[in-house]
């Protein structure tokens, strides 16, 4: 059994409200727009990552995480993107992977919304865990703690925050 934090857009921002809600993850999945190297490290120290890159992750950010990852957790195959869209209308892109992998969990960031949703065309799981950051049009900051355990993900849990004001 695995506890997984899943985030997105944290832009930079890795605080102690994001600490505290992944206390007890064994590993953090992030679906890009990290913001910075120094961000991706605190979060590294803090407990295992997984990432790939975003649109505003540049330079070598984008040499260290790739577009996609995909990867097995507990029996569960898991395919991440920052832009994937969503059911009925992936990016074209995400769209071909999901066609060619067959994964069971489509994780993707970039829209800032919070949105889970049963895909029974591709057969799986989509999971954007909307911006957990501060930056960006979004009011709340949000993210996903899941649990994985023998071929099965259980136990989702949505954490919410109100965005400071800038």
Request: glycine share 10%; net charge neutral; hydrophobic share 40%.
């Amino acid at each position: 059994m695995k506890r997984i934090g899943i985030i997105s857009d944290t832009h930079s921002t890795f605080d102690d409200t994001l600490r505290t809600f992944l206390k007890d993850v064994d590993e953090i999945w992030h679906a890009g727009d990290i913001g910075s190297m120094e961000t991706a490290d605190q979060i590294a120290a803090f407990k295992p990552l997984k990432a790939v890159c975003g649109n505003c992750d540049g330079g070598v950010m984008r040499r260290v995480f790739p577009e996609f990852q995909c990867f097995e957790c507990e029996g569960v195959k898991v395919l991440m993107t920052h832009i994937g869209g969503y059911p009925r209308r992936y990016d074209p892109r995400a769209l071909k992977q999901i066609r060619e992998l067959h994964p069971q969990l489509f994780i993707a960031g970039h829209s800032h919304i919070l949105k889970v949703i049963n895909d029974p065309v591709h057969d799986l799981l989509h999971i954007n865990p909307g911006a957990a950051g501060c930056f960006g049009f979004h009011a709340v900051r949000t993210a996903i703690r899941l649990v994985f355990d023998r071929g099965t993900m259980r136990d989702l849990e949505v954490g919410e925050w109100p965005r400071p004001k800038m």
